[in-house]
């Protein structure tokens, strides 16, 4: 598709189930939560709030105590579940984002799964930072975008970049074009957000 139809493009919504509690196990296994926070949070206490609101929607999905549920993780790389006493490992899809004002957190119960989350603002040198990690034709397309509507094509963009690239468990690195038969690895669904956030969530194609 190319980039100027896909800045202009109808996505899916879905849903973000404020946390505070038990939750429908949803018909496709795919629940994104959020958790708002003090803009000024401290990131270790945001991602604390966010795991332990994890463990309890997994014993709920999972039916299992949070307290059997581990999250696993390394530098740069996604959450993962352990299991039980002997740390089995799960195959449900976790990610995480955080933003000032609100952490997301996505499950999937059926594999893999990406979110990002971002604010809505101007970035001075946005051209560049397009070519460098969207690549030369959403660069392009940006460039076409009115000056009033830039900002959010750009935010929109990037989230699903980074989402797509956590769903197929990529670090971010600067735009290289996919192999040819690589058209489409992840589905991507713009999140229902209060105005001024925008984020993606992404799952295998």
């Not at 969207?134 to 990037?158: H, I, K, N, Y």
């Not at 699903?160 to 489409?184: D, F, I, V, Y």
Request: proline share 8%; hydrophobic share 45%.
């Amino acid at each position: 598709m190319p980039a100027s139809s896909w800045l202009d493009q109808r996505v899916e919504r879905r849903t973000v189930h404020p946390w505070s509690g038990a939750l429908p196990v949803p018909s496709d296994g795919l629940i994104v939560i959020g958790i708002a926070t003090a803009g000024n949070t401290i990131r270790d206490l945001a991602r604390q709030q966010i795991r332990l609101a994890l463990q309890q929607l997994l014993g709920e999905l999972l039916g299992l105590p949070p307290d059997g549920i581990a999250l696993k993780s390394e530098t740069g790389q996604a959450p993962r579940i352990a299991l039980g006493a002997n740390a089995a490992a799960c195959n449900v899809g976790l990610s995480i984002s955080h933003e000032a004002g609100l952490s997301l957190a996505a499950v999937n119960l059926h594999g893999a799964v990406g979110v990002d989350l971002m604010q809505v603002q101007e970035v001075p040198d946005w051209e560049m930072v397009a070519r460098d990690y969207l690549g030369a034709a959403v660069a392009d397309a940006l460039a076409g975008t009115s000056p009033e509507r830039r900002a959010q094509a750009f935010v929109r963009a990037w989230t699903a970049r980074e989402a797509g690239l956590k769903c197929q468990g990529l670090p971010l690195t600067e735009w290289t074009p996919p192999p040819p038969c690589q058209t489409g690895p992840c589905r991507s669904f713009e999140l229902a957000l209060p105005q001024g956030l925008i984020g993606t969530l992404a799952i295998p194609a």
